[in-house]
């Protein structure tokens, strides 16, 4: 099942500290000003659980690190709420909840 991923453009203030970040953090020489110049972009979900109905936004790279998409249709995930096994993408939740 699909399910949407919204793409956030970074501003050019947080592209800065991250580069900064990342120079000092690893020793390596980073060009600031051409990573500034980058399209750079946050990825996140939209999640809701199908017990309690509690809702979050989940950056995708947390996400795609626990899916497996040889195992599993969507991403499933323990609903930090209720602590039930049913904390789906938005889409699945929608999909599911008209059937």
Known sequence: ???TIKKVPVSEKEKR???EFFAEDTGQYVDIEA???QDIYDEFIDYKC????????LEADIV??????SFEEYPLLTCPKCGKDKFVPLD?????TKE
Not at 64 to 69: A, I, K, M, R
Not at 92 to 96: D, F, G, R, T, V
Request: charge should be negative; aromatic fraction near 22%; include cysteine.
């Open 17 to 19: 500290d991250r580069a």
């Open 92 to 96: 699945i939740y929608n999909a599911k």
């Open 50 to 57: 199908l017990n309690c109905k509690y809702e979050e936004e």
């Open 64 to 69: 795609f690190e626990l899916f497996d998409p």
């Open 35 to 37: 990573f500034v110049k």
């Open 1 to 3: 099942m699909k399910f």
